[in-house]
């Protein structure tokens, strides 16, 4: 019976199976089988691969996070979100780069006032693990003045590091560098790849391999020169070109990185360039001549180790220009928690929606765009003495209404030309109003200038005064390192309604050395009302508040009894007010009559009835009354009893 029965499900089963849609039901059956059987370890492993990659990636940045203050980089782990948000760059005033890992961008030089736009050499190194997928994350690292890359990869379930650090050095005005560095902390090596793509559709130049023997080591680099268009010169008699050269040491492209080791790969270029040329004639001794100062300074910096140039660069950058910044923290108006008050509406154009990296980004740029003549080892003792005594008098820096209210100074940039414009724009602006001495400083001068313009603070002969309304402060302000005199000073401005001060303090600084005390320094709020305080390493506090009519809301002066005197002598107001107490009236007065609806109303009626009512006097007049003796004087003239006699 059993065997009967089995039988029979066999002669079932095999019908089924001879069927079309059996044998189709069973083909499907098979290939899931194999598909899930080869690709299913696959995408457990890939899995698994992943999360080891992105916890490796967590890791490293967190390390950095704890590492540098909130303000003092920018990581983006998604490369469409960096190209939107902020333009990764690197520059010293003189040659500056994009740097980006996905569309290699050219150099740009500094001619003149504004950068150029790439020219045809790309210097990108760009580095990979071979037949490995890669979690990333690109940093801009404000305070140090270069950009980053973290990849991690996962190999046997180990995590391998690869960082890749580009910048271009702040002293040294014709230097860029990259650094490569694999860390492998696999059982198992791997392949380091690396590329450089280097002239770029450049007509007419000319490249060769050459090599320079220090110290016995044969260094081996590429020579590239040649001659482009000048982007802005042109000449009724012909155009002009500028000529450019180019050393890069050269590299492996593949190399083999045994387990448990770390591997570093240093690259220099040297960048030499000539002002707007028109003769052509000249190019061959332009371009010889930049070809002897590029492989002399190229073999002077053989002779230096990488790491000291690079100290070189982080210690300029952080300490000296990165050491005076603005910080600036929105604030939410209304809390929930907090009865509302009554405001008058504020234009739109007074209330910058200015998030902290925007403003970080900017004064980036703005530093990275300009040199550093203080800093040069070119420049002479006697020299940077005389510009140190002139950061002392800025002249009538800044005469005009506080930058943080002109939204066209605050933009958020995605390429070179724009950048370049934003840097245009905030030097004619500081120039036009009174920062000339400032600029002519370089970089740190710059930054002076961008700091009182912030706020509109001018220099008078005995004080510095602010003369930013307080009232259309909605965002806290932070200028760390403001130079008056010989003094560095901290400035906190917090308008909310659980503050409403201006933090103040003396900071201690490296940027200048004095051999002689500072002077005291003392300040006051608006109208100085109450008694100048002096200032010092701890942190003191004034009352924000505002005046009517508007005055200063703060005043620094080395004399204390001056500051007194204004306030008996020359400050004149009528009240005087807490930055949140603005009147209803305040409010009209700034944003014309505030008049009843129904005023209104009335008066377009008005206006409305007396043309219905010209228009129906028209009408009557030209068109009815005027047709019927039109009519009248026609059938007179033809009885003829308005003939004359």
């Known amino acids: 019976m059993t065997q009967m029965l089995n039988n029979n499900f066999m002669r079932n089963l095999l019908g089924a199976v001879n069927a079309p849609k059996g044998r189709k039901v069973c083909l499907a059956i098979f290939i899931g089988l194999v598909f899930f059987g080869y690709l299913g370890p696959w995408v457990i492993n890939h899995g698994k691969a992943t999360q080891i990659t992105v916890e490796c990636l967590e890791v490293v940045l967190k390390d950095y996070e704890r590492k540098y203050a909130e303000n003092e980089y920018l990581i983006h782990q998604s490369p469409k979100s960096l190209e939107e948000q902020v333009h990764p760059f690197v520059g010293n005033g003189n040659i500056g780069f994009t740097v980006n890992y996905f569309y290699p961008a050219g150099l740009i030089l500094r001619l003149g006032s504004s950068w150029t736009k790439d020219v045809p050499y790309r210097p990108m190194v760009r580095a990979r693990l071979e037949s490995l997928n890669d979690q990333s994350a690109s940093i801009i690292n404000y305070k140090n003045g270069m950009v980053e890359r973290l990849q991690c990869y996962s190999i046997d379930g180990a995590c391998v590091l690869m960082s890749l650090k580009t910048f271009v050095h702040r002293t040294r005005h014709s230097l860029l560098l990259q650094e490569i560095k694999v860390e492998n902390k696999a059982n198992t090596p791997v392949t380091l790849k690396m590329e450089r793509n280097g002239p770029y559709y450049w007509k007419g130049s000319a490249t060769s391999t050459e090599i320079l023997e220090v110290e016995g080591n044969p260094h081996e680099y590429t020579l590239s020169s040649g001659k482009f268009k000048a982007p802005y010169e042109r000449d009724r008699t012909g155009e002009y070109f500028v000529a450019m050269v180019i050393a890069a040491t050269n590299f492996v492209k593949e190399v083999t990185i045994p387990p448990g080791t770390v591997h ?12 707007p040329f028109l003769d052509a004639h000249k190019e061959n001794d332009i371009s010889a001549e930049l070809v002897d100062k590029t492989e002399e300074e190229l073999f002077s910096l053989l002779h230096m180790d990488f790491n000291i140039l690079m100290q070189e660069h982080v210690e300029t950058w952080s300490q000296h220009i990165w050491s005076s910044k603005m910080w600036l923290e929105p604030l939410n108006l209304l809390q929930e928690d907090q009865p509302k008050k009554s405001h008058p509406p504020l234009p739109v154009l007074l209330q910058p929606q200015l998030s902290p990296q925007l403003v970080v980004a900017t004064v980036y740029y703005v530093l990275s765009s300009v040199d550093a003549p203080l800093f040069l080892p070119s420049t002479s003792q006697l020299t940077k003495k005389e510009m140190y005594s002139a950061l002392k008098m800025p002249g009538s820096c800044f005469n005009g209404q506080p930058t943080i209210f002109e939204e066209n100074l605050w933009k958020p940039i995605d390429n070179t030309v724009d950048m370049s414009d934003l840097v245009s724009h905030w030097q004619h602006t500081l120039f036009k109003h009174g920062c000339r001495s400032l600029l002519n400083l370089g970089v740190t001068g710059f930054m002076q200038a961008m700091m009182l313009s912030l706020l509109g603070a001018q220099f008078h002969e005995y004080e510095l005064a602010f003369h930013a309304d ?26 909310s309604s659980e503050s409403r001060e201006i933090g103040l303090s003396i900071t201690t600084s490296e940027a200048i050395k004095q051999s002689s005390q500072p002077l005291l320094v003392f300040a006051c709020g608006a109208g100085c009302e109450s008694e100048p305080i002096e200032l010092n390493s701890e942190r003191q506090v004034v009352d924000l508040k505002w005046t009517d009519p508007q005055t200063p809301v703060l005043y620094f002066s080395h004399d204390r009894k ?8 020359i400050i004149h107001y009528k009240h005087i007010r807490w930055v949140d107490d603005v009147p209803q009236e305040e409010g009209q007065h700034h944003h014309g009559l505030n008049l009843p609806v129904a005023f209104w109303v009335i008066i377009i009626g008005l206006i409305f009835g007396f043309h219905l009512f010209l228009f129906k006097l028209i009408y009557q007049e030209y068109c009815v009354g005027g047709g019927s003796r039109s009519s009248e004087k026609y059938r007179r003239g033809k009885d003829g009893t308005n003939s004359k006699v």
């Open 264 to 275: 570093t790969e240093q690259v220099i270029a040297v960048v030499k360039f000539s002002q």
């Open 470 to 495: 307080p009232t259309q402060i909605h965002t806290k302000v932070q200028i760390h390192n403001l130079l008056y005199n010989a003094s560095f000073v901290d400035i906190d401005v917090d308008p």
């Open 562 to 569: 001056h500051l007194s005197f204004m306030k008996k002598s």
